[in-house]
């Protein structure tokens, strides 16, 4: 199985390449993890990974500045439907539009947008740190007991029909840890970053 | 419920690790990768790797083994020690730190942390900050490793990176920092209670009993810690678990 991880220059995608690389090797997966913008790799991949750090806005213009490669994802994931996961803005990119900075169009994949955290005062911003997730009954957690710890740092989060709500996290409210809609899956979280859980989850996304 | 952070913080000078934890099953003990991953496994939320190079001949050891660390390192890595222009916190993103420490060069070019903060986001972006008390309830930015003061108060300094883009305050006090008689709490109390993004408290803990301090009473969202874990005095487990009898929020 090839999984392609999207190179556009932002991301932290060393870190998510090691992670997908070592739950590959751990669990005796098989699968060909490569980090690549060739627009007919990430076509003909069997699985995609958006990883994303920085501001939707930056990740949302390099992604469509590199030729073809916004055309190749939608391809694989919108027609063919291979399984997708999207990792933190890599995630809120599947939002119809992100009001960070300024606003800015999502894929519109799957429905809703992406809105700044409001907390009561005590609660500090940046969502930093280790924070409890509760799952569904879910294939992408399978394995992973309830409201186990995920790393998270965000500032604005992914407003969705509850339906494509996978698992939440609470911080002075819900916010939504993971979505998923039919083969398009995406974590709030960091699993790469997420030590065991991180692992298991990513074992499960390989399998899925 | 979000959980308190424990981030062992470990010094490299050239490639080695030179306050490193003094544990007999390391094969090599100066080896950083074998710290990351020792730390990891032992439970730690955070890694902070702190550069005492003092050549920038040597840049390229630090961000070979920042890569290699983080190769090896499922938890977040923060990177600080020399960070002085944007091509410096690029290279360190890209070989695999997850967030870059700022020290002396916010103090001197305040442009630089928006700058930073608006390439890279918020959230990847931690201002270092070491403050020395002058009077009861003032305290001065020192730069350039504790060496020059600045005459900046620290909590005007710290609003003020807060507004630039600050994601994280790392604040070590001075006063307090190797003396293992615990945080200043004082500080840490004026500066969480005045802003809004999370506070790494760093300087001083030497018991158990000063990291539940610097989180209750300081209202710290992180405690960093170098010789008590180094030296093996405490394991991050059993720092949790007093934490958690406390009822503090931590990750076990």
């Not at chain 1, 933190?88 to 800015?104: F, K, S, T």
């Not at chain 1, 840890?177 to 083969?183: C, E, G, L, S, W």
Request: net charge negative; aromatic share 8%; hydrophobic share 40%.
């Amino acid at each position: 199985m090839k999984i392609a991880i999207i190179n556009y220059g932002y991301g932290n995608l060393h870190s998510v390449a090691k992670a997908f690389e070592k739950a590959n090797f751990d669990f005796n997966l098989n699968s060909n993890i490569e980090v690549t913008n060739n627009p007919s790799k990430i076509e003909n991949a069997d699985k995609i990974v958006l990883p994303g750090v920085g501001s939707f806005l930056d990740c949302s213009t390099a992604i469509k500045q590199i030729d073809g490669v916004y055309d190749a994802m939608q391809e694989n994931i919108i027609h063919k439907k291979n399984k997708f996961m999207g990792i933190c803005v890599g995630m809120q990119l599947l939002a119809d539009i992100g009001y960070e900075n300024q606003e800015c169009n999502g894929f519109g994949w799957l429905p809703g947008s992406v809105e700044k955290i409001q907390v009561s005062p005590e609660y500090k911003i940046p969502h930093m740190g280790w924070n409890e997730v509760n799952a569904i009954e879910s294939p992408l957690f399978k394995g992973i007991s309830n409201n186990s710890d995920f790393y998270f740092v965000h500032s604005y989060h992914f407003k969705t029909a509850k339906e494509n709500i996978v698992a939440s996290t609470i911080y002075s409210s819900e916010i939504t840890a993971a979505v998923q809609k039919d083969n398009i899956f995406g974590t709030q979280f960091h699993p790469e970053k997420s030590h065991n859980n991180g692992q298991l989850l990513i074992k499960n996304f390989i399998d899925w | 419920m979000l959980k308190k952070r424990i981030i062992p913080c470990l010094d490299v000078n050239n490639g080695r690790v030179v306050k490193g934890v003094n544990f007999i099953d390391l094969v090599d003990a100066g080896d950083p990768v074998e710290q990351a991953k020792l730390y990891g496994a032992e439970g730690a939320d955070e890694l902070c790797f702190l550069d005492i190079t003092a050549s920038s001949d040597n840049r390229q050891m630090l961000l070979d083994n920042v890569q290699k660390t983080a190769e090896n390192c499922f938890i977040p890595l923060t990177v600080g020690g020399g960070v002085r222009v944007i091509g410096d916190i690029k290279n360190l993103l890209h070989a695999g730190a997850d967030k870059v420490s700022i020290n002396t060069a916010a103090v001197t070019n305040r442009k630089f942390v928006s700058e930073a903060a608006e390439k890279y986001g918020t959230s990847t972006i931690v201002i270092a900050v070491d403050a020395k008390k002058t009077t009861d309830n003032t305290w001065e930015v020192f730069t350039h490793g504790g060496r020059n003061a600045t005459g900046i108060n620290v909590i005007d300094y710290c609003q003020e990176v807060e507004s630039l883009g600050a994601g994280e305050i790392l604040l070590t006090s001075m006063d307090k920092d190797g003396t293992k008689s615990g945080f200043d709490i004082n500080l840490l109390k004026n500066i969480t209670s005045k802003l809004n993004v999370p506070v790494i408290a760093s300087g001083g803990v030497g018991t158990l009993e000063h990291f539940a301090e610097g989180i209750i009473e300081g209202g710290a969202s992180s405690v960093l810690a170098a010789s008590v874990f180094h030296f093996g005095e405490f394991k991050i487990k059993d720092v949790k678990r007093y934490l958690a009898d406390k009822n503090i929020p931590v990750r076990i």
